[in-house]
Structure formats: C-alpha cells, structure tokens
C-alpha cells in the first residue's frame, strides 16, 4: 500500500511539473509557444487563457480535496489538445498520442494515490448497466 502511494506521488508530481512549466510558457507568452499556438491556427489572445485554464487545473489536481476534479479538467484540457493535432493532421506518436500519454499519467497518479477512488471506479465496472 505504502509502495502504492509512493508511485502515484512520484507520477503526479511528474506529471504536474510537466503541466506548470506547460502552463507557466503559456501564460508569459513564450516566443515558441507564441508560434506553434499560431501554427495550430489558433490566434494569440487565447494563449495566456489555455494558460490560466491549465494552471488551475493542475493546481486543483495537485490539492488532495479537489484530485478528482483536477484530474476530470485536466482530460477536457487534454483532449482539447488532441483533437487539435487531430485537426491539423500532426504525427500520431509525437504530437497526436502524448497528450493521451500525459491523461494516462495524470489518472494513474491520481488512483495509486487515492485507494478510495480506486474502489469507487472498480465498484462502478462491476455495476449492471
């Protein structure tokens, strides 16, 4: 149980790092993240708020009452981002994949780390439809 605990940390912070430093590039309008927004076709006023939207996201998803609904926001973030590369016909593995990578990440963290939630979900599979 205590290992458990240990990885989901572990795979929460990593994973929550990532998404800061995303967030943090986002909201000081990085040179490069200024262009590849554009390139995405999306214009530069919506950077600082995709910025904003996935700082309090990942800053709800790393306080212990507000996990699950962090993690819950943190999918529609990213999904959002997935169906951009979808649009834009990016490559699957590098640009269309990771963010699937990253929501995998994000809900694994959170159920190694939250036993109850763990029930919950296994509880939820198991009820008749």
């Not at 998404?19 to 590849?36: E, G, Y």
């Not at 990578?101 to 599979?125: C, T």
Request: glycine fraction near 8%.
């Amino acid at each position: 149980m205590k290992t458990q605990l240990r990885i989901g940390r572990i795979l929460s912070c990593l994973t929550a790092i990532f998404l800061l430093w995303d967030a943090a590039m986002k909201v000081v309008r990085h040179p490069m993240v200024v262009d590849a927004t554009r390139q995405l076709g999306y214009p530069d006023s919506s950077i600082q708020g995709l910025g904003l939207v996935l700082l309090a996201s990942t800053l709800l998803y790393l306080l212990p009452w507000t996990a699950p609904l962090g993690a819950l926001l943190l999918t529609g973030y990213l999904g959002g981002a997935v169906a951009t590369n979808l649009r834009v016909e990016a490559p699957l593995f590098s640009h269309l994949l990771f963010p699937i990578y990253v929501g995998a990440m994000v809900w694994a963290g959170l159920l190694l780390r939250r036993p109850d939630l763990r029930g919950a979900m296994a509880s939820a599979a198991r009820a008749p439809a």
